[in-house]
């Protein structure tokens, strides 16, 4: 165990400790979890020179203010995250995407998301955590994960279990797309739901509500209606599905989501725009497009090529 | 028998083995999705078996639909898929304190407390899923006259152990949690424990379980023996 730790100034509103997430636990009832956005999850690993599936520190909106106590530790910020970091009385501006060294009382003050929900602040290291089946990631409304699945708080220390020596500052230029239109595929009840209710679905906009968090994004908008029942028998769910209750206004299953549900589902997320839809803020517009499966898998290829493409330049 | 296989998503199987909810149905969706586990296909990252589906989550960096339904179907075709379950016991104990929901059932059902009691703890329940929340048992089928539907406005919290019934089913709240189900008792055991890296839960699908009925100085000492 090393003797650098970060101290918590500030929690954020909400700031966790998430890796690639838990496989294999759904039957029992436990989510997937995991960095939502996985890029920026992946870029933040491989800019410090982490194997790209340690943890490391989610935050939404607004993230921590972190002072580090120890020797020195390399830091980066992914996604569009307005950031500060405090050396000797002098304060400069962040970049994401470019890493920098915290010595002895330095502080890092995560203002703001821009215009999006998920930053990531990745160590050169590794945080002393207590992995739960295989993973860090933690889910607060189970209280599963490090950190007792509780989010993290003012005044708590975040214990630092090694840091890396030699590792060179490494920066790339990396901007964000933003995306309105979200790929679907038609889910299992798609004909629950009338020929005007399908339109609906399918041609106008919804915005994202306030209540979206890790679990699910809710949206407001046109009604779908449903002509056959709103309920169905209880079945498993996962990251993307989008359910309409009887109040029609769709709902998107998210990271944690809880793993059997009875609403019929109208579509599924292409797991291409999975990323980026969890990034859209809410008071944001979102409009739906229908595509089949064999583009939604050409289309993740690309994606995932890209992602590769990126962390080979670094 | 897998009636249908489809898509759902582009990361995922759903397989359906009919509308009805029925211990047939349910235990020839657990019979696969024992036998998927112990065949680990590549790139399957999850199953989630309900009472009549099951879907099959799979990893599409490394697989997809085409690759993952032609393993299905191979297994399918074979026989060898052996069949489960285990016996349990479950201590309830039905004190006024716990039994948040019994005026309400009496009304409902328009039984008496005693009678809805004995109808309960007569029965042998079946495990057909578990899940919503970690390790929540959704067991089945209450005659009838015991099916009462769930709280018109869930509450907010339900403790820890709370005993549950809406209509056919019995469950168990393994962790507070907002909830709408009938609370008719409380269990002292622990249904799932987060610290077991193996098996956190007691009760699995295919499982039988039968409550019994325990005082309120027997659930004060359960946990001290």
Same mark, same amino acid.
């Given at each position: 165990m090393s003797n650098n730790y970060f101290k918590v100034i500030r929690a954020g509103i909400n700031t966790t400790f998430q890796d690639k997430g838990r496989d294999n636990l759904y039957h029992i009832g436990v989510p997937f979890s995991g960095a939502m956005d996985n890029r920026n999850y992946l870029l933040a690993? #491989?800019?410090? $020179?982490?194997?790209?599936?340690?943890?490391?520190?989610?935050?939404a909106y607004q993230g921590p203010l972190l002072k580090f106590y120890g020797d020195?530790?390399?830091?980066?910020?992914?996604?569009? *995250?307005?950031? #500060?970091?405090?050396?000797?009385?002098?304060?400069i501006d962040g970049n994401c995407y470019e890493t920098y060294e915290l010595k002895n009382k330095d502080e890092i003050n995560i203002l703001s998301t821009n215009k999006s929900v998920y930053g990531y602040l990745a160590i050169s290291g590794s945080f002393d955590l207590k992995l739960q089946w295989g993973s860090c990631s933690i889910n607060t409304k189970a209280?599963? %994960?490090?950190?007792? $699945?509780?989010k993290l708080e003012k005044d708590q220390e975040i214990k630092i279990y090694k840091v890396n020596e030699n590792t060179n500052k490494k920066k790339i230029n990396y901007l964000n797309s933003k995306i309105e239109n979200i790929r679907i595929m038609k889910g299992t009840n798609f004909d629950y739901f009338s020929e005007e209710g399908k339109k609906v679905f399918l041609e106008k906009e919804y915005i994202v509500s306030k209540l979206s &968090?890790?679990? $699910?994004?809710?949206?407001?908008?046109? +009604?779908?209606?449903?002509?056959?029942?709103?309920?169905? #028998?209880?079945?498993?769910?996962? +990251? $993307? *599905?989008?359910?309409?209750?009887?109040?029609?206004?769709?709902?998107?299953?998210?990271? &944690?989501? %809880?793993?059997?549900?009875?609403?019929?589902?109208?579509?599924?997320?292409?797991?291409?725009?999975?990323?980026?839809?969890?990034?859209?803020?809410?008071?944001? #517009?979102?409009?739906? +497009?229908e595509i089949e499966l064999s583009d939604a898998e050409t289309l993740f290829k690309l994606y995932e090529m890209e992602t590769q493409n990126l962390l080979s330049q670094i | 028998m897998i009636k249908n296989i489809?898509?759902? %998503?582009?990361?995922?199987?759903?397989?359906?083995?009919?509308?009805?909810?029925?211990k047939e149905i349910n235990s020839d969706v657990i019979k696969y999705f024992n036998t998927i586990k112990e065949n680990n296909i590549k790139g399957v990252n999850n199953l989630t078996p309900s009472y009549n589906k099951l879907i099959i989550s799979y990893d599409l960096k490394v697989t997809n639909f085409r690759e993952i339904k032609q393993e299905i179907e191979k297994l399918s075709q074979s026989e060898d898929t052996k069949t489960i379950g285990k016996n349990l016991e479950i201590p309830v104990c039905c004190d006024k304190s716990f039994s948040l929901d019994m005026e309400r059932l009496e009304k409902k059902l328009d039984l008496k407390r005693e009678q809805i009691l004995e109808n309960f703890f007569n029965k042998e329940f079946f495990c057909y899923m578990t899940g919503f929340i970690a390790g929540m048992p959704f067991l089945g089928d209450l005659e009838e006259q015991m099916r009462a539907q769930r709280l018109e406005t869930p509450r907010v919290k339900v403790p820890k152990g709370s005993v549950g019934m809406t209509e056919q089913?019995?469950?168990?709240?393994?962790?507070?949690?907002?909830?709408?189900?009938?609370?008719?008792?409380?269990?002292?055991?622990?249904?799932?424990?987060?610290? +077991?890296?193996k098996n956190p839960n007691l009760i699995n699908p295919g499982d039988t379980v039968k409550f019994k009925q325990i005082t309120l100085e027997e659930y004060k000492n359960y946990n001290e023996q």
């Open positions: 690993n #491989k800019l410090v $020179g982490n194997e790209l599936d340690l943890p490391v520190i989610e935050f020195k530790v390399n830091i980066v910020i992914t996604g569009d *995250v307005v950031f #500060k970091i405090r050396q000797n009385d002098k304060e209280n599963i %994960g490090s950190n007792d $699945g509780k &968090d890790r679990m $699910g994004m809710r949206l407001e908008g046109p +009604k779908i209606e449903n002509i056959v029942n709103t309920n169905i #028998k209880s079945e498993g769910l996962l +990251k $993307g *599905v989008i359910q309409v209750p009887a109040d029609g206004n769709p709902i998107i299953m998210l990271s &944690d989501h %809880g793993t059997i549900g009875g609403y019929p589902k109208i579509a599924v997320v292409a797991s291409v725009d999975y990323d980026r839809l969890v990034q859209i803020s809410p008071g944001s #517009k979102i409009k739906f +497009k | 489809s898509n759902l %998503g582009d990361a995922a199987l759903y397989c359906d083995f009919g509308d009805e909810v029925n089913f019995a469950n168990i709240y393994t962790f507070e949690s907002p909830g709408g189900w009938n609370i008719i008792g409380n269990t002292p055991l622990e249904v799932f424990d987060s610290s +077991k890296e």
